[in-house]
């Protein structure tokens, strides 16, 4: 069984991987590091990816845009059934705040 957890690397996503693969889930995680790019390298959470990466083994990480149809396509064809919820917590920001 395959959990789908968008904004993974974020606060409440890396808690919710977590609880996932404790329930013995396969878990994708698509985070693109959004908050980097919105709020500069000091909000960036990939620090968290590395920390999923390092110490959750059922875990994968897929660093695409969630708003990336063809991205998306392309998980759920590979992973098609087994996937058996999706939980989705990435916060979409849109563009460099303070730039725009
Ligand atoms: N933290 C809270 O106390 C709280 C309370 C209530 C509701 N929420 C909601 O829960 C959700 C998650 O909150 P959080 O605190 O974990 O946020 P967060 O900012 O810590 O994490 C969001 C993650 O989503 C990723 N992301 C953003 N846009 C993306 C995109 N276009 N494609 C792929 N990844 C993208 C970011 O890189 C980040 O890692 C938000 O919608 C938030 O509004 C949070």
Redesign the pocket.
Known sequence: MVALV??S?????AEAVRLFAAKGMDVIG??????AYSFGPDAS?SWSRGQLEKQVRSYHHEHI???DLEGLKSIFQRYGQSIKSVLQ?????IGRLGTH
Do not use: E, W, Y
């Open positions: 968008t904004g690397a974020g606060l409440i996503g698509v985070d693109n590091d959004m908050r959470t845009d969630i708003r917590l990435s916060l979409l920001m």
